[in-house]
């Protein structure tokens, strides 16, 4: 168990550069609200939690909205921010240690004490927060949340928790798992079991060592960079660079759209709000550019994003068509999502977007057979490939999720199949790397074109991918048509893509 960060100051809040230099920013609340009660951050933080446990909603549509609305900016949001995500994400690793100092099963504590101590427990454990800071002032919230009896209980289950160090405890889960090698990694890295499973024969499946399944998980528990495009003909890296200010930005190394932020905002940058540019994955950028590159024969000129929303893809494609004359389709489900796929392509020329419309990908390739160059299906998917993003994500998908998911996902592709004109390519894409959702997928969706009469080749995706790549130098399986990505090893999430061209 590696610290997140040492230095805090005793009420936890990090010390960075930014203090050193003089240039801390306060929390906007006014000091009389600073003070009263609990600490706000801790408070919101909790907030968060409860809602993920309670309501099911998404820790990352519930945090910046609370953070904008109590005024908590600055290192107090930095501060919630990771408390939140953090605990969220390390929640199995957490538990298993709640138990041992509580001395019985977490399932009978109520929920929201647990959460409290999950919370507490990051702090000591995931944070390095000092021992007094993190113990007096959790006990204080939960005073404040739960009045004092459970707040006694929690006084002293986290007193129990900041007697031992972080390696301690580490080893005392792992003892607590059995002898299962994958049962003591779910256990210590916080992920359910049947995922570890997953990903580790999605691994083996993809030409990698299945011994690195401990540097996989430990991936996604660390907080992801945060990755900028630059929409070609719309913003440069180097505008993009130079907007994030001294040293903030530097240009990425897997796509040539791409800058990698060290910190600040990237809403705060002009080119993010007037949507020349836009926060997206490195692996994003590169599986997209990919389906721009793919070769194929005849006319180049309309373009298809199946399954569009929020638009991302579709900007980076509506970006790229706009430089070389053709121009894209957008669709997408979810009426609501159509509206932010509109907003995502509010830069690019209206000449490069034909349409963005709502409706259900499954009856393109039978409504306009035909009738595209160049498709991409960015599937819905588990999203086992950006458990980093979605910090409950592990904690809400189960094994059945597969069935429904991988039967749409076949659909989808065997419409993009018929849509594309034989000469015409495909870009199957999933941000999960679960071999039912990828690899299975394909084959079946090949299959059943075929009973159709339509013919496919695999393209050499990985050959497609380096070639875009600044130098080349990308750590790809070439015995394979496709690309498989992974956070531990290209630093992106462990997106998969397979480019196919229709021959008949
Ligand atoms: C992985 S997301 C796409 C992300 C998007 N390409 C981007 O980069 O911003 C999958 C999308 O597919 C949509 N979707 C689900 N079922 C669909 C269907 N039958 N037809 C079209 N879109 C669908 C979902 O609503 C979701 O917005």
Redesign the pocket.
Known sequence: MSPADDRRDASGRQRGAARSQGRTQRSAAAPSQRRRGSDPARTAAYDVLRSVDGSDAYANLVLPPLLRERRITGRDAAFATELAYGTLRLRGRYDAVIAQAANREVGTIDAPALDVLRLGAHQLLGMRVPAHAAVSETVGLAREQLGTGPSQFVNAVLRTVGRSSPHEWEQRIRDSAGDDELAQLAVVQSHPLWVVRALREALVGNGRDAGEIGALLAADNAAPRVTIVARPGLAGTDEVVEDAGDGVGTVGALAPTAVILSGGDPAALDSVRDGRAGV?DEG?QLV?LALTDAPLDGPDERWL??????????ALLAAVAGERGARIVA????PH?TRL?EQ?LRAVPADAVEDVRT????TVGTDEPGAYDRV?V????TGLGALRRRPEARWRRTPADLASLSA?QR??LVSALQAVRPGGVVAY???SPHLVETQLVVKDAVRAVGRLGVEVDHLDTPAVVRAIAPGGAVDLDDTRTDVQLWPHVHGTDAMHLTLLRRTR
């Open positions: 997206q994003s997209t994003d199946l399954c569009a929303g929020p638009g991302g893809k579709a669709n997408e489900v979810q999502r796929v995502a409706g259900d990908g499954r991409m960015d599937a819905p998917c749409l659909d989808l894409v999933t941000c």
